[in-house]
């Protein structure tokens, strides 16, 4: 499935700068502004794509661990079922060797994750078994994907747009939360947006986006539906890299564009991260050079995920396009 290519620049520009205004993105894609927010409202309409706001990469401020999950054969829909309604499970994939499901959770510390949230997901009905590995440094999130349609020219005007973050991440205050809550179902929510829709004062609001964005405590990025991004496939690998490799690996990694997740973990897999694809040979081809690069990393395991079902707390449907429910 193709869309325009009107519509593919316009999520490009949005992957690079998700809350940059209709009227700069007009300057630099050429477009009016009214055409570019009437195509955005369409493309939300029809659930082709959106933009999300989750926590950033800090995991000395929370805990994030990635989480394998064995299930019986015969009650695997009442386990993702039970799994993608548990809010601090952000992310439910299926997988496709040695687990059923690889479930990416957050909680606010670990006692809370092992006090909360892994005896939820041990009760979800169908549970057999679970491998617990906790990310120890993130390099690597969702919005660091890119479509390739946009000059070269445009994607450097349009980096200009972003804010990337300019101070350090302070304690996150307990009204943080209810702003995240609205961020992660539109991240181009305004403060006024925000305010109304928690209760809390406009310039409180004001402030507290303003911190949350410099510092980089709340990550944006904008989703496209898998079927329309021409790269289908989505791999996870899990790897045991030399120590002290961890960094050559992860600057490797971001020399490409699909690029979805790359992080240190604890456990015999010290290293995962996840990729788009075109096909099953691109898998062998950029291990191969993955070796040439950083010699001594072990590929463990590469699964190749068929289906995503909640993907940053919103439910996506067999198409991959958001159903509309977000889960908080």
Known sequence: MELPVEDLQLVHALQIAPRASWSELGAILGRHPATLSARWARLREDRMAWILGHLGGYPDQHCTAFIEVVADPALIEQARVDLCAISEVLTVDDATSSADFRLTCLAADWLTMAREVLPGIKAARGVQRTKVSLCTKLYATGNAWRLDVLSPTQQARIQRLGHPPVAQP???????????????????????????????????????????????MVTLRCELASHYTGYPLTVQWFAKVPA??????????REHRTLRLCAATTGAANMTFMMQLRTPADIADLEARLAARVPGVDILEASVGVHSFKRMGWMLDPDGRPTGVVVT
Do not use: C, N, Y
């Open 244 to 253: 002290g490799s961890a960094d050559a690996v992860a600057a490797f990694l």
């Open 170 to 216: 302070t304690l996150i205050p307990d009204s943080f939360w209810p702003m995240l809550r609205v961020l992660m179902r539109d991240g181009r929510a305004t403060a006024a947006e925000i305010a109304q829709a928690t209760g809390q004062h406009p310039s409180t609001t004001g402030r507290a986006l303003k911190t949350a964005l410099e510092t980089g």
